[in-house]
């Protein structure tokens, strides 16, 4: 039969293999082998394994009916499509582009006849291109496209990127069938992440991830990595790949059946070889999960770039309003807010605390000890004020000169805080500071500020008299 099948990947004039699967009684496969492949696979593949990355592939000759990993990457999706194929006889179509490949493959599945009750096969027909092919990627069946259509009309037509995603894992949810959905944004340089958005059904007793999610869970994200192995996704919806995922991740195999999870199909986001998250759905109807895994794989590709343009306009928001070297807010943001009471508050009663506060002797420590010594007073007196006044709004107003904006209703509180403030960073030789404080409106928001600001410059003046040499 190996003859008859060679001859038949020989006439096709693509990139075409066979493959064998063996099942077990249960429903579950065992070897998935090469059975054979023709001309153009061999070369292809031989030449894309720069590509592929795997050294160990092709440092043998070909031999028939070897198990396929000798020959291509071991992929647990590439297993489920050949089963499929192979096992349940259908015909099989994707587009993909696998993690650990910088290339798109054009893939189909075609079941092929066995003389073997236990052994399946299928051929294997692919092509490879470095750039997308956007047509084959609108390839897909009318139901999927509509809703994948959809999905992206709502994302690129909101004003709110917040509210549109939302609104988004909702009907992503209901595409699947699933009991949740959700999207978790990370920040691999910081090991931080957090949900963006999720949804779950009204009959479920799954919950929520916001409520699970706390300082130690990066430590699972951070396998999801290996898990998907360079595939395209991690998928886990049988009592086989359940073992498996216990096998090759029992961290993420603990977390996940102690939630109450029976299955889940997990895809990151990737976007320029950079993975900004992950999009999962769990608990879903497994007879539909080659059209989910469809669904899942395109929508994907558009959330990515979506993705991607909301945490740059967040990075960009946060440097125009953010102090680089200490962390709170600059002059750009401590203008724009006081503009805003100014436009909107002219008649407010609404009380408001302003503190100025002004770094003592910096230049003394940046002519002795240099900038890098001045960098981190400027750090550590910025330290000060989060910790004296972690309620309040803090600016760095320039230089050496903050702001502390409180929107507090009882003065007592307020002048409490200042005092105890003044009173802890009033010696020369640690964090010191010139202060001076008003209370009022923020209908008279303007008045305030130069009262504060008169006031610190007298407490500076006071302070220099008593100890000059901290002036030069």
């Known amino acids: 039969m190996n003859s008859d099948f060679h001859a038949f990947s020989e006439h096709i004039k693509a990139m075409a293999s066979v493959f064998s699967v063996e099942v077990f009684p249960d429903g579950s496969y065992g070897n998935i082998r090469l059975v054979t492949g023709n001309n153009i ?18 440092n043998t000759d070909f031999i028939p009916n070897q198990p396929y990993y000798h020959y291509i990457p071991k992929d647990k ?12 006889g259908k015909t099989l179509h994707t587009y993909i ?22 052994i399946g096969y299928c051929a294997y027909v692919q092509s490879f291109s470095e750039m997308p092919d956007y047509e084959l990627m609108t390839n897909i069946a009318p139901d999927i496209a509509s809703n994948v259509l959809e999905i992206c009309m709502k994302l690129r037509g909101a ?41 779950l059904s009204e009959k479920t007793e799954l919950t929520l991830m916001k409520s699970l999610i706390d300082d130690d869970f990066f430590a699972v994200v951070d396998t999801w990595h290996e898990t998907i192995a360079g595939s395209t996704c991690a998928f886990v919806k049988d009592k086989q790949d359940w073992e498996n995922l216990r096998n090759r991740n029992p961290v993420w195999y603990k977390s996940i059946k102690s939630s109450g999870i029976d299955n889940i199909i997990l895809f990151p986001l990737r976007y320029r070889n950079q993975i900004l998250g992950f999009i999962w759905a769990t608990n879903f109807d497994v007879e539909n999960a080659l ?26 928001e946060v440097l125009s309003s953010q102090d680089v070297l200490t962390g709170v807010m600059n002059r750009n943001a401590m203008n724009n807010r006081i503009d805003s ?30 900038h890098f010594a001045g960098d981190l007073l400027l750090k550590d007196a910025a330290l000060s004020l989060q910790k004296h006044f972690p309620e309040y709004e803090i600016y760095r107003a320039g230089g050496d000169e903050f702001m502390v904006l409180a ?40 008045k305030a500020l130069q009262t ?18 901290r002036k030069r």
């Open 291 to 316: 059209k989910i895994k469809e669904t899942l794989e395109l929508t994907t590709y558009f959330l990515s770039s979506e993705l991607a343009s909301h945490q740059l306009f967040n990075r960009l």
């Open 97 to 118: 582009r696998p993690e650990r490949m910088p290339i798109w493959i054009h893939l189909t599945a075609i079941p092929l006849q066995s003389d073997k009750p236990n």
């Open 407 to 446: 929107l507090e209703p009882d003065k007592d509180t307020f002048i409490n805080k200042v005092e105890r403030f003044k009173s802890d960073t009033a010696a020369p030789d640690t964090v010191c500071f010139a202060t001076g404080w008003s209370y009022g409106t923020l209908g008279t928001i303007r």
């Open 41 to 58: 696979f061999f070369q292809t593949t031989k030449d894309n394994q720069s590509k592929i990355g795997d050294e160990r592939i092709y």
């Open 159 to 199: 004003n709110s990127f917040t509210a549109a995603i939302n609104d988004i894992i909702s009907d992503i949810r209901n595409i699947c069938n699933a009991e949740h959905c959700c999207i978790l944004s990370t920040d691999f340089n910081q090991r931080k992440c957090s949900v963006l958005c999720e949804a």
């Open 77 to 88: 999706n590439f297993e489920e499509f050949c089963y499929n194929s192979a096992i349940l």
């Open 341 to 370: 009471f100014i436009a909107n508050n002219a008649k407010s009663e609404e009380s408001v605390g302003i503190v100025f506060a002004d770094l003592n002797g910096l230049k003394q420590v940046n002519d002795n000890d240099g």
């Open 452 to 469: 504060a600001d008169s006031n610190m410059y007298a407490d500076k003046e006071e302070f220099y008299k008593k100890h000059p040499e």
